[in-house]
């Protein structure tokens, strides 16, 4: 790249929790630009879950997080060209992307799920993901398995 690196913006926590991450999930939640669409939709699925759960010490939002670290990757696999050939090499990933990519899993098997509301959806999808299983969490451990067959080629990495 030619030019310096974009600053990152600062994101306004949610009026409801006062967190950012929530902020952040809900801007991946949202289309076209319909924010307060998809905080309702946010705040109807955690109420969703609040009626669900079965751990009772733990708040929706704290199950939310949990699940959100359980569909996290810690190693992904790109492709790097070695002599004529392209090899698929396992390498760390960068905090920031291991949330967004969870957080982009999430919202979108949570939208290849069946049922009415987006808001149950997304609930189910949470509560599953919170007992590591589920769509999302199935694609994290895919990613894993994926990194583990090639590790082999770890000392090309760039």
Do not use: C
Request: glycine fraction near 2%.
């Amino acid at each position: 790249m030619r030019k310096r690196q974009a600053k990152k913006r600062p994101l306004l926590p949610d009026p409801k929790f006062n967190d950012q991450l929530v902020t952040r999930f809900v801007n991946n939640l949202m289309w076209d630009g319909k924010k307060s669409t998809a905080f309702k939709v946010f705040y109807d699925a955690l109420e969703i879950v609040e009626e669900k759960k079965q751990d009772e010490e733990k708040t929706s939002l704290e199950v939310w997080k949990d699940a959100l670290t359980n569909v996290m990757p810690h190693v992904e696999v790109r492709s790097r060209r070695v002599g004529g050939a392209s090899f698929q090499i396992p390498m760390p990933i960068r905090p920031d992307r291991k949330i967004s990519m969870a957080m982009k899993w999430m919202i979108l098997y949570a939208r290849k799920r069946n049922d009415k509301s987006m808001a149950s959806k997304l609930a189910a999808e949470i509560l599953a993901a919170a007992k590591e299983e589920g769509a999302a969490v199935k694609k994290r451990m895919d990613v894993h398995k994926m990194a583990d067959a090639n590790k082999a080629f770890s000392h090309f990495r760039f």
